[in-house]
């Protein structure tokens, strides 16, 4: 059909559809004078048997008449009739329809009536339906509209109408970008096209829905909308339901934020660190600027005390403006806020402050800051106290400058539940630091701060303590003078991070230097550690039950003597990664030393190597995480120190210095000790050794080879007090070891006189009474010499003295 009349089609579902309802025409007395179609398939009565009779015969049962007479007679009163009446169709069944009643005017002829009747289940149906839909534009509390193809609105119920601020009237004809922000009606409409064209629903769909009379209000809703056709499948419309979800949409984010802020906030035991993630995760989320300012205590990890205020230092902020340091303090700046700012009530209530409304010049800025803020459209602060375990660490200001709402209490809640959290991070933070400047104060105490200047090697070190969140561990390093112009160097690694494991490094270490006095061979020295170690694991096991504190086991070691006379090294490890040797042209070896148990095992025995060293030669002892990383395992880390330190003729220094560079990263996550000795020989000048008989004799030729040397290194004037130190102990060799004597004497720094026998037993010194005829021998070579002392080899014993040279 053309022109202007429009061809609508009939719903299937209305039961009082032409194609549907029942039709009959009656006559004044009641007499069918039309019959349908549709009545002859659902009654069975044909046209003949249904035209002319009156329709109470044949359409109504006996038992029901009474109540349809009554029904005609409000229907002739009023003019018709809207109701449900029992029918009698051919067969004789008895069945209910809802029947519409009117009249219509002949002119000329009297009065007929018409009569629409569908059955009542269907009519019931229907009214439901109705029912649902009118409830849906009247009394639902979801919103519906209507749009036409165009999208141009037919109808919309009062929630839409109240979310919009207009009338259902008003908005009819209009678009939905007429009432939304450009972009947010943008949304709603290509969404909407998409249901139209592909007719695929839409559901339950959150967006933004900004007002254009209040755009910078945020308002999300929910849609749902289908496409509408009739019963020819040609399309109507879309439907959309609207619910404002705006609070549902902010209680998910601040949740989905707090998730965020679990696990983003306390990453690492940093105090900055731990600031500036607090700032990162509530920018932009909660607030336009976050400022994180502490007490200076925090920062340093030092012990905080309820009654103590004083200034802030900044600790971190985050702003989405550009040039954010015209309006806040840099990070670093110590500042105090005045007595009547947000900043100080929160900090001496301890409590939230929230300021929806602000002047800047009421913040704590000054001057110049203050009006950059008021021209940066700062309006509204939250601030809330950094706290943990009672204690308080800080503040955090939050300020909205972009963002044109101002903050709620529910912006409030949520401030405080991220500073909550990283306020124990902080804390948990400012503790380690605490605990890690304490241990590496107590470990850098206990590691040696000069290395004694000694003939028989150069030495170059390094230490570096772990970083993150290990700790700082039990790694140390030694270069302990040895007599006869021998050295000890040591490296040792103990169990475990923190005060416990500096502790027992530090008892460690003097014991070594204890058992080093004793001149013991270094297998012997580990086989005391060894001991030492299980006793004081005995000792934490029964003393620190229950105790926080990582608890330390054991300990690796190495144990290296050098000799610069004989120019042997003899080198025994505990446990300990095998040191590596540099030639004197460059090449670098690790020598195949026998491994040993690690010291705390108990009961296992250790060897001793002896490595003849050329002179010049380096012998670099290190603790295993300078070798050990996530990256690598040990055999690459080996390989790695290798190729830094080969190459020849290069300084200990910058040996040191290439090793670190090339093994570690800037933050190592274990302690490293790193200890380069470059040998040294003792001239042939600087040393007479002579071996004389047992004999008598033996002491006056030994009175006589000491003055000649002497003499000829131009020691004259020690030549009769050495002479009494020789006799002595040269008679005491003789005669009480047997067997050959070895006499040897050291020109260096000092004067050094060595008397070795085969003899294991060791002299003692002794007070002699007034009525012995000996026994005053050692006393006298106590009072002559500076130091003396005993040292046993596997085989016999030698006793050494020091002299000062004159002058």
Request: hydrophobic content about 40%; charged content about 25%.
């Amino acid at each position: 059909m053309t022109g202007s009349v429009t061809l609508i089609s009939e719903s299937p579902e209305d039961p009082f559809s032409l194609g549907r309802a029942i039709s009959v025409v009656l006559d004044e007395r009641g007499s069918v004078v039309g019959w349908s179609e549709r009545a002859r398939e659902l009654l069975g009565f044909t046209d003949q048997e249904a035209l002319g009779r009156r329709a109470e015969q044949f359409l109504v049962d006996a038992r029901d008449r009474g109540l349809v007479r009554e029904a005609a007679v409000d229907c002739v009163r009023d003019g018709g009739w809207f109701g449900v009446v029992p029918v009698v169709d051919k067969e004789g069944r008895r069945s209910r329809f809802g029947v519409r009643a009117r009249r219509v005017i002949r002119e000329g002829r009297a009065d007929e009536w018409l009569l629409v009747g569908a059955p009542a289940e269907e009519v019931t149906q229907w009214e439901i339906d109705r029912s649902v839909m009118d409830g849906l534009f009247r009394r639902s509390p979801i919103g519906l509209s209507v749009h036409d193809p165009s999208l141009a609105i037919l109808r919309i119920n009062r929630p839409i109408a109240h979310i919009g601020g207009i009338t259902s009237d008003l908005a009819r004809g209009h678009r939905i970008g007429d009432f939304l922000v450009a972009a947010d009606a943008e949304t709603i409409e290509s969404r909407l096209n998409e249901v139209l064209e592909t007719g695929t629903p839409m559901i339950f769909t959150e967006q933004p829905c900004r007002l254009l009379i209040e755009p910078g209000v945020e308002r999300y809703v929910a849609v749902s909308a289908f496409r509408m056709e009739d019963s020819g499948g040609r399309t109507l419309g879309v439907t959309q339901l609207v619910e404002d979800v705006t609070d549902r949409h902010r209680a998910r984010r601040r949740l989905a934020m707090l998730n965020e802020a679990s696990e983003l906030i306390g990453t690492t035991l940093d105090v900055e660190t731990t600031a500036q993630e607090l700032v990162d995760v509530a920018v932009p989320g909660i607030a336009d600027c976050v400022t994180v300012d502490l007490l200076p205590a925090v920062g340093l990890g030092e012990a905080l005390f309820p009654e103590r205020g004083g200034p802030l230092r900044r600790a971190a902020f985050k702003s989405v403006a550009p040039y954010p340091e015209r309006v806040m303090y840099p990070v670093g700046t110590l500042k105090s806020f005045p007595k009547d700012s947000p900043q100080a009530r929160c900090l001496v209530s301890r409590r939230p402050v929230l300021v929806p409304r602000m002047d800047p010049d009421d913040v704590g800025l000054d001057a110049e800051r203050a009006e950059h803020a008021r021209t940066l459209g700062v309006h509204s602060l939250m601030v809330v106290p950094l706290t943990a375990r009672g204690l308080v660490l800080g503040l955090v200001s939050l300020w909205r400058y972009v963002v044109p709402e101002p903050f709620e209490e529910d912006d409030l809640t949520l401030a405080n539940e991220f500073a909550a959290r990283a306020g124990v991070a902080i804390d948990n933070a400012r503790r380690y630091t605490q605990e890690h400047r304490t241990a590496l104060a107590l470990q850098r105490r206990l590691l040696p701060r000069e290395v004694p200047s000694q003939p028989a090697v150069r030495v170059a070190h390094r230490y570096l303590p772990a970083g993150g969140s290990a700790g700082v561990g039990g790694d140390w390093f030694d270069v302990i003078p040895l007599s006869g112009a021998r050295v000890a160097l040591v490296v040792g690694d103990v169990v475990g991070h923190g005060i416990n494991a500096a502790a027992t490094m530090g008892r460690l270490r003097t014991a070594v230097h204890t058992l080093a006095d004793l001149d013991l061979e270094p297998d012997e020295v580990l086989s005391h550690l060894d001991d030492l170690v299980t006793r004081l694991a005995g000792e934490q096991e029964h003393g620190d039950e229950g105790s926080p504190g990582e608890q330390v086991v054991g300990a690796t070691c190495l144990y290296a003597v050098y000799d610069p006379v004989s120019r042997i090294c003899s080198v025994a490890r505990a446990g300990h990664p095998p040191p590596a040797l540099v030639s004197p042209d460059g090449e670098v070896s690790l020598p195949d030393l026998p491994a040993g148990p690690p010291l705390g095992l108990g009961g296992l025995p250790f060897e001793s190597e002896d490595l003849e060293l050329p002179e010049s030669s380096v012998l670099a002892l290190y603790t295993n995480g300078l070798i050990e990383g996530d990256a690598h395992d040990i055999d690459a880390g080996l390989d790695r120190l290798a190729e830094a330190l080969s190459g020849r003729d290069r300084p200990l220094e910058d040996m040191a210095q290439s090793v670190v560079d090339a093994l570690l990263p800037a933050r190592p996550t274990d302690d490293v000790a790193l200890l380069l000795a470059r040998t040294r020989t003792l001239a042939s000048e600087q040393v007479a050794t002579w071996v004389l008989p047992a004999e008598p004799t033996t002491p006056a030729r030994a009175r006589v080879l000491t003055a000649e040397k002497l003499t000829e290194w131009g020691l004259e004037e020690m030549i009769f007090t050495t002479e009494l130190i020789v006799s002595e102990l040269v008679t005491n060799a003789y005669r009480y070891a047997g067997g050959p004597v070895t006499l040897r004497l050291i020109r260096l720094h000092r004067l050094i006189c060595e008397v070795s026998d085969p003899s294991s037993t060791s002299p003692h010194l002794r007070r002699a009474r007034s009525t012995d005829e000996g026994g005053r021998g050692l006393l006298l070579v106590a009072q002559l010499t500076s130091r003396w002392g005993t040292r046993h080899a596997h085989e016999g014993k030698t006793v050494w003295t020091e002299q000062e040279l004159p002058g």
